[in-house]
């Protein structure tokens, strides 16, 4: 996968034959801002699909996609490459009485000859308060990313018509539609990506990216 640019992230067998691959850039190109698209999907689906022939994997559906806003952290530079980042963890067993923790993560400097731990900064609603663990103990791990739902809807200014703010709306709303609209139309495969082999449906995911 590094091969082709892309870092994989995860990967997962479902039921009914679906296997699901999420795939994220390469840390240089994410810090340079570049995110996963619709074309990068079809790329790895179309590498993908070959592999899996030659394999003879079996498997009925392929879905490639990104890793979404909660992207799992899974590997040791997964912690690495988001270092100062919200995330939130969950233990294979309690510390003081709970498994699951959200906070910034922080690296620690590795002792000689040990593996390098990792340190969760937390808030318990009093004050900061420092987890330190070590992969071993991680059951599961992803980013928290903090979305601010508000100020979506600004007030009339002063002096401006009801009529004029409601009509507006309606065009931003319409606006809004159409490109919603669109984006699903670009979220669909294009017509020379074909199953590798008989009975697979394979689908393409543009996502979201953190």
Do not use: H
Not at 171 to 178: E, I, V
């Amino acid at each position: 996968m590094i091969g082709l640019g892309y870092d994989l992230v995860d990967c997962e067998r479902s039921a009914g034959g679906l296997l699901r691959v999420y795939i994220d850039k390469l840390a240089e190109q994410a810090r340079a801002g570049e995110v996963i698209t619709v074309d990068d999907c079809e790329k790895v689906t179309r590498q993908l699909q070959y592999v899996l022939e030659v394999e003879n994997a079996d498997y009925q559906r392929l879905e490639v996609s990104s890793p979404g806003l909660d992207r799992p952290l899974k590997k040791a530079a997964d912690f690495a490459r988001f270092t100062g980042e919200q995330v939130e963890i969950t233990l294979k067993l309690a510390f003081q009485g709970r498994k699951r923790y959200s906070g910034e993560l922080q690296a620690l400097d590795a002792a000689e000859g040990e593996a390098a731990g990792w340190r969760l900064v937390f808030n318990d609603g009093k004050q900061d308060q420092a987890l330190d663990f070590s992969l071993d103990e991680v059951r599961s791990a992803k980013l928290a990313p903090a979305i601010d739902f508000k100020g979506r809807k600004s007030k009339p200014a002063a002096g401006e018509s009801q009529d004029k703010t409601n009509k507006a709306d309606g065009k931003k709303a319409a606006s809004k539609k159409k490109k919603q609209s669109n984006a699903k139309a670009r979220q669909q495969p294009d017509d020379d990506v074909s199953p590798a082999a008989a009975g697979k449906d394979d689908k393409v995911d543009g996502g979201l990216d953190q």
